[in-house]
């Protein structure tokens, strides 16, 4: 068989999917991407310190492998979060321990047990897809600002602002999360491992870690290199590549995702450190929910309020929105309502052939 000498392939010149089977051979040498992978799809267990004080999942794969390790998560893999906003006439107020509300409880476990008796606004949660999560972490913050438009200047109704997070005295722009809370892959790593699976990390004064729990197990439960390592395989996961149709309505499709203003919030390309990154998402957050929704909000990010999910691989991740109330894209065009609706208006208003042509390019993502 003959061998394939990576280093001497130029990568742009083997489109998307050629790139990205050459970036997971080259991923594949990186003995900490190894490490990170294991970790990634390793089952943990109580002995572990897995579950305390609680947890959605027992493992990263088993809410991220839709339709590969890291991708996204079926509809019955939805994480709740809950609060109290006084029947939706305010203010939102979190209650003890936070919003999460552990689905894999384990029975050994004391759960804060009056805190759903006094929430009554409760919200869904979709799993992300991972793929291309390092790409967006080169987007430098600059590029992410500069499609701001909070007081909606160009008066089209669309005001994305950035989240900004304080981190060590430091404002960082938030990247990841439904609510673009976390602002570094590494803190995500670090974030998921407490909050999904409930295993204690080494506190790097960041605030995304958790050093000790109240179970029998050595803290920190995963030391620094193993956070590293996860890290360091999530970095590596390539970004969805195009399916690349030549059929022409995919053009046209192209064409009227732009027309229409999808592009305004889903922009097709932020500048990154290592080049252009095709997410279709400008990472800023949006208001796309109905006047009156009620659901969770955090400082810089009141109920309704959503990064824009990137676009790249969309069909390979449904259900879609948050909480993935839409099962088909139309369902989530039809969705997008608050800062979105002269945009679904738009869609709704175009022929019959034009909404089938921005499907069909939609399912070339």
């Known amino acids: 068989m003959a061998s394939l000498a990576l280093g001497s392939l130029p990568l742009l010149s083997l489109g998307l999917a050629g790139a990205a089977v050459v970036l997971l051979l080259q991923a594949a040498e990186d003995p900490a991407v190894t490490r990170g992978r294991e970790l990634f799809d390793r089952s943990f267990h109580r002995a572990d310190g897995l579950g305390t004080p609680e947890m959605n999942g027992d493992s990263c794969r088993a809410c991220h492998s839709d339709p590969v390790l890291g991708g996204a998560g079926a509809l019955e893999l939805n994480v709740t979060r809950f609060g109290r906003d006084n029947n939706g006439l305010g203010p939102f107020v979190e209650l003890p321990g936070g919003q999460g509300l552990s689905k894999l409880r384990p029975?050994?476990?004391?759960?804060?047990?009056?805190?759903?008796?006094?929430?009554?606004?409760?919200?869904?949660?979709?799993?992300?897809?991972?793929?291309?999560?390092?790409?967006?972490?080169?987007?430098?913050?600059?590029?992410?600002?500069?499609?701001?438009?909070?007081?909606?200047?160009?008066?089209?109704?669309?005001?994305?602002?950035?989240?900004?997070?304080?981190?060590?005295?430091?404002?960082?722009?938030?990247?990841?999360?439904?609510?673009?809370?976390?602002?570094?892959?590494?803190?995500?790593?670090?974030?998921?491992?407490?909050?999904?699976?409930?295993?204690?990390?080494?506190?790097?004064?960041?605030?995304?870690?958790?050093?000790?729990?109240?179970?029998?197990?050595?803290?920190?439960?995963?030391?620094?290199?193993?956070?590293?390592?996860?890290?360091?395989?999530?970095?590596?996961?390539?970004?969805?590549?195009?399916?690349?149709?030549?059929?022409?309505?995919?053009?046209?499709?192209q064409q009227v995702f732009t027309e229409i203003g999808c592009a305004k919030c889903h922009v097709p390309t932020l500048q990154g450190l290592g080049g252009p990154v095709p997410l279709f998402s400008d990472?800023?957050?949006?208001?796309?929910?109905?006047?009156?929704?009620?659901?969770?909000?955090?400082?810089?990010?009141?109920?309704?309020?959503?990064?824009?999910?990137?676009?790249?691989?969309?069909?390979?991740?449904?259900?879609?929105?948050?909480?993935?109330?839409?099962?088909t894209l139309t369902a989530a065009i039809l969705a997008h309502d608050g800062e979105a609706v002269a945009v679904r208006t738009?869609?709704?208003?175009?022929?019959?052939?034009?909404?089938?042509a921005l499907l069909r390019f939609l399912g070339d993502l």
């Open 107 to 253: 029975p050994h476990v004391t759960y804060r047990e009056e805190a759903p008796m006094q929430a009554d606004c409760f919200e869904q949660r979709q799993p992300p897809s991972l793929l291309g999560i390092g790409l967006i972490d080169s987007i430098p913050a600059a590029a992410i600002v500069a499609n701001e438009d909070p007081n909606d200047l160009d008066g089209d109704g669309i005001r994305g602002v950035a989240r900004r997070l304080t981190v060590q005295g430091v404002i960082e722009i938030g990247r990841f999360g439904w609510k673009a809370q976390i602002p570094t892959l590494h803190d995500f790593s670090h974030d998921a491992l407490v909050q999904e699976l409930g295993l204690t990390t080494p506190d790097d004064g960041r605030g995304f870690a958790i050093a000790s729990d109240g179970d029998d197990i050595a803290d920190p439960e995963l030391n620094a290199v193993q956070v590293g390592n996860l890290t360091a395989f999530m970095a590596s996961l390539p970004a969805p590549a195009r399916a690349g149709s030549t059929d022409p309505m995919v053009a046209l499709g």
């Open 283 to 327: 990472l800023l957050l949006h208001n796309v929910m109905a006047p009156g929704y009620r659901g969770m909000a955090e400082p810089g990010a009141g109920a309704g309020m959503f990064r824009t999910p990137p676009l790249w691989g969309i069909r390979d991740t449904a259900p879609y929105m948050h909480d993935g109330r839409a099962e």
């Open 346 to 356: 738009n869609f709704q208003l175009r022929p019959q052939a034009d909404r089938d």
